[in-house]
């Protein structure tokens, strides 16, 4: 495994565990980091969530407002020179992949509809 991809999973992991044992925003309790992109310089880290069952404004005004506090605390746990600038971005792929899966369900349905008649 390379250098960025090693950091990208330390610093999932850190974030992770910070919105289970240190966040204490009730906005965040159901959120799920699901993947980070950290760029070459290690300057900047995208950090990608998704979420169950709740107002995505506000757990994006939750994620805003605990930045800061994540990236101090990233740079004190994960060994870097710099501590990246993290940007939150939403993962739609839980979101794709249901959809895709109800699709893939309902032409089930009418397919043994047909074949019923």
């Not at 565990?17 to 980091?33: A, G, H």
């Not at 950290?38 to 998704?50: G, M, N, P, R």
């Not at 994006?60 to 939150?88: C, D, H, N, S, W």
């Amino acid at each position: 495994m390379d250098r960025i991809k090693r950091i990208n999973e330390m610093i999932k992991r850190e974030i992770s565990t910070m919105l289970i044992e240190e966040i204490r925003d009730p906005r965040l309790k159901f959120v799920t980091i699901t993947g980070v992109e950290t760029s070459k310089d290690l300057q900047h880290a995208k950090v990608f969530y998704s979420f169950l069952g709740q107002d995505r404004a506000g757990v994006e005004e939750a994620l805003e407002k605990a930045r800061g506090f994540v990236r101090r605390l990233v740079g004190q746990r994960v060994v870097m020179r710099y501590t990246p600038e993290i940007q939150f971005y939403y993962d739609k792929t839980i979101e794709y992949s249901d959809r895709i899966e109800q699709t893939l369900e309902e032409i089930k349905r009418r397919a043994a509809g047909e074949n019923v008649g």
